[in-house]
């Protein structure tokens, strides 16, 4: 059973900074991506950014030029540095990781940007 354990989510003002982590466990397959959507309340879950295992990188136009997601394959981790956090971003953040046959989610981490 894969586990996906999101975390580093909280309270800031706009124009800070938060990283988010999120480590994967319980599955000894590899990874071919990792990355993160979000979800706003009363709207749908909206793609953030993506990595794949060779660090091919994918973002929304929204957070282009102020999120940077990294990956570290050996640790099945993945990483969002959001900088420049607007009020717009916040949601509850989560993980996903997509294996060969399967894509698992995790739980979630809440981002709330005050203004």
């Known amino acids: 059973q894969v586990q996906l354990v999101e975390s580093g989510g909280g309270l800031v003002q706009a124009g800070e900074s938060l990283r988010l982590s999120c480590a994967a466990s319980?599955?000894?397959?590899?990874?071919?991506?990792m990355g993160w959507y979000r979800q706003a309340p009363g709207k749908q879950r909206e793609f953030v950014a993506s990595?794949?295992?060779?660090?091919?990188?994918n973002y929304a136009d929204s957070v282009k030029g102020r999120f940077t997601i990294s990956i570290d394959n050996a640790k099945k981790m993945v990483y969002l540095q959001m900088n420049s956090l607007k009020p717009e971003d916040t949601a509850v953040y989560y993980c996903?990781?997509?294996?060969?046959?399967?894509?698992?989610w995790g739980q979630g981490t809440q981002v709330t940007v005050s203004s």
């Open positions: 996903y990781a997509r294996f060969a046959v399967f894509t698992s």
């Open positions: 319980g599955s000894s397959s590899s990874i071919n991506v």
């Open positions: 990595i794949s295992s060779s660090s091919n990188t």
